[in-house]
C-alpha cells in the first residue's frame, strides 16, 4: 500500500534488454548486523546469510554485458590488504562456481561478453575479471582510476588487482552530460533507451546502480541497486510504501494473534525510536552515510512502484523464489515475483515480534 506514489520519470523507449538474474553462488554468513547497519534489531545479532546477484544483460545487438561478479571460488588471491582483512574478520564465505563458469554451462562463453560493470570496487562484487579475454572492457564508477589505479601489486595497498585490469579497456562512467531517470543521472548505455547506469553515490567510491527496461506496453523495468542498500529493512518501508495492514506476522494464526500484523511492526519501530514510515534500517557503514541516505531516498521513488523491481545485490529473498538463469527474468510482474519477494525480509524479526507479544 502506497501513502503517495511519487514521480518516478524515465525517458520513453521501445527496446528492451533481456535480464537474467545470475546466482553467483557466494555466501556469505556470521555477517555482524551491526558492521552493516543501525540501529539493532532484537535476535538479530548477524545478517542472513547473504547471496551476490549478477545480472547478464543483453541488447538486441547480441552485445551482452555482466553486472556485478560475485567473489571468486579463492577469495584468499585477492590483493593482500582484501583477502588479510577477510581472514581477520572471519566470516563465512563460499564460493562453489565462479559466474563465467555459470555462463559456460549454459554455452555462453567469455568472448561473448562485451562489458563488465562493478557496481563498485568491493570484493563480493568484483569476482576474476582476469578470467576474461582483453576485449571485454571493464566499466566502473566516478572517480575509480584515480583512487584505485595502479593495482596490486604495482600499488602493494591497493585493494584491486592489476590482473583485473591487465590488457583491456577501464572505462569511468562520466555522468556530467548524463540523462536523468527518476532523481538519478543516468547514462542511456544502449542509446535506446533499454538500459541505462544508474549514478547512486554514498556507499563506495564510484558506486553504480543500472535500470533495464524488461517489458514494453506496459513498460516494465528491474533496478539493479548493488550496495545501495544490504536489507529490504534499509530501504522499506519508506513514507511511499508502507507495510500492508493485513500482513501476518511470523508464526501468528488468526487466533493466536487477531491483531493486524503491520500493527505490530508499527511498534517495532516505536520500540527502536523509528517511525513507521521509516525503514527499519540506517547504513552503519559506507563512504558518505549522509549521501548514501540521499541515494536510498531517491531509490525508494522507484522501489514504491509495482512496474519497477528493485533488486540490491545481495536479497536473499529471491533464493528459490524466482526464476535464475538461463531462465530470463523479464517476464518478473506476470510471475509476480516483486510481491513475492517484497516484504519476505520481515521473516527476519521474527524474534524481535516474539518479544513485543510477550
Avoid at 583491456?168 to 555522468?175: G, H, K, M, Q
Avoid at 530501504?235 to 487466533?255: Q, V, Y
Avoid at 521473516?347 to 516474539?354: G, H, I, L, S, Y
Wanted: glycine fraction near 8%; aromatic fraction near 10%.
Amino acid at each position: 500500500m502506497a501513502h503517495h506514489l511519487p514521480e518516478f520519470p524515465i525517458p520513453s523507449g521501445s527496446t528492451t534488454v533481456q535480464v537474467r538474474i545470475i546466482d553467483s553462488t557466494t555466501r556469505i554468513g556470521r555477517l555482524p548486523l551491526e558492521f552493516l547497519m543501525v540501529p539493532p534489531m532484537q535476535g538479530m545479532q548477524y545478517m542472513p546469510v547473504l547471496p551476490a546477484w549478477s545480472f547478464l544483460i543483453e541488447h538486441e545487438s547480441g552485445q551482452k554485458v555482466i553486472f556485478d561478479l560475485g567473489v571468486p571460488r579463492d577469495w584468499h588471491t585477492f590483493a593482500p590488504v582484501v583477502a588479510n582483512k577477510l581472514e581477520e574478520r572471519g566470516w563465512d564465505i563460499t564460493v562453489e562456481k565462479e559466474v563465467i563458469d555459470v555462463l559456460g554451462d549454459h554455452g555462453i562463453g567469455a568472448h561473448e561478453i562485451s562489458s563488465i560493470i562493478w557496481s563498485h570496487w568491493h570484493w563480493d562484487h568484483i569476482g576474476d575479471p582476469s578470467r576474461f579475454p582483453p576485449a571485454t572492457e571493464l566499466i566502473v564508477g566516478p572517480g575509480f582510476k584515480d583512487e584505485f589505479l595502479p593495482g596490486y601489486p604495482e600499488k602493494a595497498d591497493a585493494p584491486v588487482r592489476e590482473s583485473d585490469f591487465a590488457g583491456r579497456t577501464v572505462r569511468e562512467v562520466d555522468f556530467n552530460q548524463a540523462a536523468q531517470v527518476g532523481q538519478f543521472r543516468a547514462i542511456d548505455f544502449f542509446g535506446d533507451g533499454s538500459f541505462y547506469i544508474l549514478d547512486t553515490p554514498g556507499h563506495a567510491i564510484g558506486h553504480l546502480g543500472a535500470l533495464a527496461r524488461t517489458t514494453t506496453a506496459p513498460d516494465t523495468f528491474i533496478f539493479m541497486g548493488g550496495d545501495l542498500c544490504h536489507h529490504s529493512g534499509e530501504i522499506r518501508p519508506s513514507k511511499h510504501l508502507s507495510i500492508p495492514r493485513d500482513i501476518s506476522p511470523p508464526g501468528s494464526t488468526a487466533t493466536s494473534f487477531p491483531c493486524p500484523g503491520a500493527a505490530l511492526y508499527d511498534q517495532l519501530q516505536a520500540s527502536r525510536n523509528r517511525s513507521s514510515d521509516q525503514p527499519f534500517f540506517d547504513p552503519g557503514m559506507g563512504l558518505d552515510i549522509n549521501e548514501a541516505l540521499m541515494t536510498i531516498g531517491k531509490a525508494q521513488e522507484a522501489d514504491a512502484r509495482d512496474s519497477i523491481w528493485f533488486i540490491y545485490a545481495h536479497d536473499p529473498s529471491l533464493i528459490d523464489a524466482v526464476g535464475l538463469f538461463p531462465l530470463p527474468a523479464n517476464e518478473w510482474k506476470k510471475h509476480g515475483w516483486r510481491e513475492k519477494t517484497l516484504w519476505a525480509f520481515l521473516q527476519d524479526f521474527a524474534p524481535a515480534v516474539e518479544a513485543l507479544r510477550n
